[in-house]
């Protein structure tokens, strides 16, 4: 139940992060997108929280398109939920691109 309630409320938070993102420049967008509903578990600095840290040192390991992967289909038996319901796969891959990259401010 609780988690069916998380799912839920992850993907309202997607769904008004998306809707803005549709109003607002692309880069500002994604950087909002990250930081509300990554940051809802992977702490708002993204060095970690519910889930680990997602910053670039901590993903070297993952390639553009795992990472991509992993973005859309989550992580089975963790609270890494799929996002595919919700986000495309170029949208996915941007998210990937920009966690790989960091924040470049």
């Not at 992977?42 to 970690?48: C, E, R, S, V």
Request: contains cysteine.
């Amino acid at each position: 139940m609780l988690k069916t309630l998380l799912t839920i409320a992850f993907c309202l938070l997607a769904i008004t992060s998306l809707a803005l993102a549709e109003e607002q420049e692309a880069p500002a967008a994604l950087v909002n997108l990250v930081r509300q509903d990554c940051g809802s578990c992977h702490g708002m600095t993204l060095k970690g929280g519910l889930g680990p840290d997602i910053r670039p040192d901590a993903l070297g390991h993952y390639d553009i398109d795992t990472l991509s992967t992993v973005v859309l289909d989550g992580i089975p038996k963790t609270a890494m939920p799929p996002w595919r319901p919700i986000l495309s796969e170029a949208d996915a891959r941007k998210i990937a691109e920009y966690l790989l990259k960091g924040d470049t401010k």
